[in-house]
């Protein structure tokens, strides 16, 4: 038999008391309920035939008695039922809230070259159906269990005690029955999987639709998308529709199990055991069979149906859980140190998939100064910006940031140490939230910095831009800043670096969609301005900016070719003249008026 897995356990195990409570008051509903009919068969008795049969203490002189501890106990019983679903679902909910943060904790721990494989949309799924679906062992299996399986298994002994049926017909008859529900809620379990798997993989592609919706519609790529997306719908119907007739049949044959049951128990003991029945008798065992035991026959394919459904869940959890760095990450440590450079690198290595990456000998850079980091696209810059960062899975020999030497695994406790960075990413971070938010990235963020953000924004030379904000600071951004231009998102995402006045900033290639006026003003106002005496680490496409720079470190195929002043590295290497050869072709008149030639 499989071993039950962690997260199983984890589930069912966790606060355990409160689980055992889940089933101490299904197994109470079940015993009190039977009660039930054992007066309901006194109070027929009493009235029409003869209840002498019942124990001394239990024999009252009105039926009234009888009528009001049968609707007792049946009251009783179902409180107990409704109990039990409310500590079921209280538990699943609890549950979830764990299991989000086991994921959310994972997601966190890994890093960028580990997380390559793992589509967005299949986290999103994890969220949106499995963690629902691994806690419905607490508030459906468990619960609806308990309540299917206790009366199926009390009953066969009730009925051997008020009719002396004999208890191996009962128990083939449940056993039978099990085996059918089994059965049935296999078929439906897999429909399920399907039906989840297909929708999950939909949302996934709808989702990247959506994104870029307008750029698709202008690449003329609509009509093939729409196509594939009603092709997935057409695969996901006919499986809702097995799974929905499937269902049906669960549904109705569980319901005509009562009538089945009903028959043949009276059939065999009027005919085949000869046994003469009371009134009262016949009434509580059409009531047993009748009512008592609808809900678990009809329950238990889908008890079954459930916990398929539930291990499924629990799988794919236990199978994003299961990703790992390629390093164990220890809690990082920052030990002191003296150091003239505020950041200090020696053999940082990254692979990914078995290629090459990085492979950088050493960089060094020194506080206050403005170092640029520049190659080919592709050459490495990013990585090697995210792996200072800790986001990749690099190794190195040694770290030495901001006078303390960071041990070689990172985890995502590291915080104190990525502190030291401001960071623009390549591509922006804009966030729906108001501009404020976006610039102290924070939700609801204080009005008395607005001086700080306002001077961060002039900086920045988002001034002008604010006269079209309808509303100033409290300006909404959509999601991911649909509604603002590249250079506009560039320059938030600068400004936001000027506000955090951290001690390293990093920018990867934050000015490419400025114009040559917006970008001077930036830096003689920021970068050489304001940021004079802060260490700068960017990387650039610009040639105009490398002369600014106090050192340039030239990157080719992953490694730190060279590193110098612009002067230096133009007299001593061919390929970095030839890189500024390019870059400055690219820009010059002489080169569009070549390139518009070629073209005609
Ligand atoms: N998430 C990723 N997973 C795997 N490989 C990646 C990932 N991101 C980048 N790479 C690879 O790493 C290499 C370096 O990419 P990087 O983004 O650092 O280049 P770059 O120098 O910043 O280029 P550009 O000038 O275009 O920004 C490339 O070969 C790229 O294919
Ligand atoms: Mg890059």
Redesign the pocket.
């Known amino acids: 038999m499989r071993e039950f897995s962690s997260l199983t356990k984890y589930v069912l195990l966790n606060r355990l008391p409160y689980r055992l409570m889940i089933l101490g008051t299904s197994m109470m509903a079940a015993f009190l309920g039977i009660l039930s009919p054992y007066f309901q068969k006194g109070f027929i008795d009493f009235l029409i035939y003869d209840h002498s049969y019942l124990p001394s203490f239990l024999r009252f002189n009105s039926p009234l008695p009888y009528l009001f501890l049968a609707v007792f106990f049946l009251v009783l019983s179902q409180l107990l039922n409704q109990l039990t679903n409310y500590i079921g679902v209280k538990e699943a909910l609890f549950m979830q809230k764990k299991i989000g943060e086991k994921i959310y904790d994972k997601m966190l721990s890994l890093k960028?070259?580990t997380?390559?494989k793992r589509p967005l949309g299949e986290i999103v799924s994890l969220y949106a159906t499995d963690v629902s679906g691994a806690t419905v062992y607490l508030d459906q299996t468990l619960p609806s269990g308990s309540s299917t399986f206790f009366p199926l298994l009390i009953t066969p002994f009730v009925l051997v005690n008020f009719f002396d049926t004999p208890i191996s017909f009962t128990l083939v008859v449940v056993f039978g029955i099990t085996a059918l529900n089994t059965g049935l809620a296999f078929r439906q379990s897999k429909f399920f999987y399907r039906f989840k798997t297909l929708a999950a993989e939909r949302l996934g592609f709808v989702n990247e639709w959506v994104q870029n919706i307008r750029t698709l519609r202008i690449l003329g790529w609509v009509e093939i998308i729409e196509q594939k997306i009603i092709d997935k719908r057409e695969v996901e119907t006919r499986n809702r529709i097995k799974m929905v007739t499937n269902g049906q049949m669960m549904n109705s044959i569980s319901s005509s199990f009562t009538f089945i049951v009903n028959i043949v128990t009276l059939g065999l003991l009027v005919l085949y055991y000869k046994r003469e029945l009371s009134p009262g008798e016949i009434f509580a065992l059409l009531w047993i069979l009748g009512v008592f035991l609808t809900r678990p026959f009809r329950q238990m394919p889908w008890f079954f149906t459930f916990a398929f459904d539930a291990a499924t869940s629990i799988a794919r959890i236990e199978t994003f859980l299961s990703a790992k760095n390629k390093f164990d990450l220890r809690e990082a440590e920052l030990i002191p140190i003296a150091s003239k450079n505020i950041l200090e690198v020696k053999n940082l290595k990254l692979s990914?998939?078995d290629?090459e990456?990085l492979n950088v000998d050493t960089l060094n850079i020194v506080k206050g100064q403005h170092a640029m980091i520049v190659?080919?696209?592709?050459?490495?810059?990013?990585?090697?910006l995210?792996s200072l960062l800790g986001e990749t899975n690099c190794e190195w020999d040694r770290y030495v940031i901001n006078r303390s030497l960071l041990s070689n695994n990172m985890n995502d406790d590291t915080n104190d140490f990525r502190n030291v960075f401001s960071y623009v990413p390549?591509e922006g971070l804009i966030v729906s939230t108001t501009l404020r938010d976006n610039i102290f990235l924070e939700y609801d963020s204080p009005k008395d910095r607005d001086d700080k953000v306002t001077e961060a924004i002039l900086h920045a030379q988002f001034k002008k831009d604010m006269s079209v904000l309808e509303n100033g600071l409290e300006t909404e951004f959509g999601e991911r800043g649909v509604n603002l231009s590249g250079g506009q998102k560039q320059r938030i995402n600068i400004a936001r670096a000027a506000f955090d006045d951290r001690d390293i900033v990093v920018l990867?290639?934050s000015f490419s969609a400025l114009d040559s006026e917006t970008e001077h003003l930036i830096f003689s106002q920021l970068v050489n301005g304001v940021w004079k005496n802060k260490t700068v680490i960017m990387?650039t496409?610009r040639l105009n900016l490398l002369i600014a720079a106090d050192v340039i470190h030239f990157?080719k195929n992953?490694s730190i070719k060279i590193s110098g002043s612009y002067s230096d590295l133009l007299n001593k290497d061919a390929d970095f003249r030839l890189f500024c050869n390019q870059l400055a072709e690219a820009t010059s008149p002489d080169f569009i008026e070549k390139e518009k030639g070629d073209v005609t």
Not at 375 to 384: A, F, I, P, Y
């Open positions: 960028l070259d997380m390559t990914i998939q290629q990456i190659g080919e696209v592709g050459s490495g810059k990013s990585m090697l995210l390549q990867d290639d990387t496409h990157m992953g």
